[in-house]
């Protein structure tokens, strides 16, 4: 049965030796058109994950490839106003917490739970939360009670509002469940009067049109004072995936190896996509920092490298990693301080990193062992 065995494996997975890497590097080698999928790991972890589709000529993608395409889109489409965690947290006097992932990443990262700066002249900070479905924030300090604005409306309508009301321009009569032009002009004027302002909104809240319609208002916003954005990382790791990539191969993910250079191609080299189409016959997927195995690889040979707890009912191959900054140390993406660096482990566990497996597939394909 598929996902029937998990391995847990000791001593050195990189030397090949072990019967699961053994099955891992048959499937994988005697696939034709292979994918690497997930890549939820450390630094060490993807490289090693690109080196080994060298060696396949597979194609590599991320599990939040959708949120860095709409940012990316935006980006190419009409330009973008951003800035640094640090930057925010020190210069911004209003937080605009754009769509509930806003939320829960200010309340995880804790970037701006203390209320201080560096600057003597920004004034108390203000908090709003726009769209958030009734999410508030625990962690952010602010000197003033939280305002809100569409609750139960959808992000692109409430920046729609905004927008029209900051350019002065009317809006057609709202439903009876829908804010008041009053509550509308109220925020519309707090967001004029902030003197710097940063809107933080979370890629998997919005499509490429509703972040455009976000870096649009705030364009306008800028004709009268300053403001600028702020973007949640991609999840599981994404961020420091696509730099990792973009210093390997001079693309970002998704990205293939199959024709001996590096091919980047957003829809070609899309791991669901090619699995669900039929165009891949085997799949690695990668999953030390999470998501689970999604249900569209049940449709493939698959290899999974999943952390203690997740979900691969459907493997072929399943083996338990190590997660860094847990079960051993490694070098991720920090994302309050915007930049990489190394995590120690915080309950050691004899558990092999992505990286030391990648390795013992890489040995056992060359040295014949499955």
């Not at 396949?56 to 330009?79: I, K, N, Q, T, Y």
């Not at 013992?360 to 060359?366: D, F, Q, S, T, V």
Request: glycine share 12%; charged share 15%; aromatic share 4%.
């Amino acid at each position: 049965m598929r996902g029937e065995a998990l391995s847990v494996l000791s001593g050195h997975p990189e030397t090949g030796a072990d019967p699961a890497i053994g099955r891992a590097a048959a499937l994988l080698g005697g696939a034709r058109r292979p994918v690497i999928a997930g890549l939820g790991c450390d630094v060490d972890g993807v490289r090693a994950a690109l080196r080994l589709a060298a060696a396949l000529g597979a194609s590599v993608d991320h599990a939040a490839r959708a949120h860095g395409r709409s940012e990316l889109r935006v980006l190419a489409d009409s330009g973008v106003m951003t800035t640094t965690v640090a930057e925010a947290r020190h210069r911004s006097d209003l937080i605009v917490l754009a769509g509930p992932g806003a939320v829960a990443w200010a309340d995880h990262a804790k970037a701006f739970a203390d209320a201080g700066g560096l600057y003597s002249w920004r004034g108390e900070r203000g908090v709003l939360c726009l769209a958030t479905g009734g999410a508030r924030p625990a962690h952010v300090a602010t000197g003033t009670p939280v305002a809100a604005l569409g609750d139960g409306m959808s992000l692109h309508r409430v920046l729609s509002l905004l927008r029209a009301r900051v350019g002065q321009k009317p809006v057609a009569p709202l439903p009876g469940n829908g804010p008041a032009l009053a509550a509308i002009d109220a925020v519309a004027l707090q967001m004029k009067s902030a003197a710097f302002g940063v809107m933080i909104v979370d890629a998997n809240d919005a499509d490429h049109v509703t972040l455009d319609a976000l870096q649009a208002l705030v364009k306008d916003l800028n004709k009268e004072t300053r403001f600028t954005t702020l973007g949640v990382p991609a999840h599981h790791h994404g961020r420091g995936a696509h730099l990792v990539s973009a210093w390997t191969t001079g693309g970002h993910l998704p990205v293939g190896l199959g024709r001996g250079y590096p091919e980047q191609d957003d829809w070609v080299h899309d791991a669901e996509r090619r699995v669900t189409a039929g165009e891949a016959d085997a799949l690695l997927w990668i999953g030390a920092l999470g998501p689970d195995l999604p249900a569209w690889a049940a449709g493939v040979p698959t290899v999974a490298l999943i952390h203690h707890g997740a979900t691969a009912n459907t493997a072929d191959v399943v083996i338990e990693v190590g997660v860094p900054g847990v079960t051993h140390g490694g070098v991720l993406m920090d994302a309050v301080r915007d930049g990489f660096a190394a995590v120690d482990a915080k309950a050691p566990q004899p558990l092999p990193s992505v990286a030391a497996v990648i390795a013992g597939i890489e040995a056992a394909l060359i040295g014949g062992n499955p």
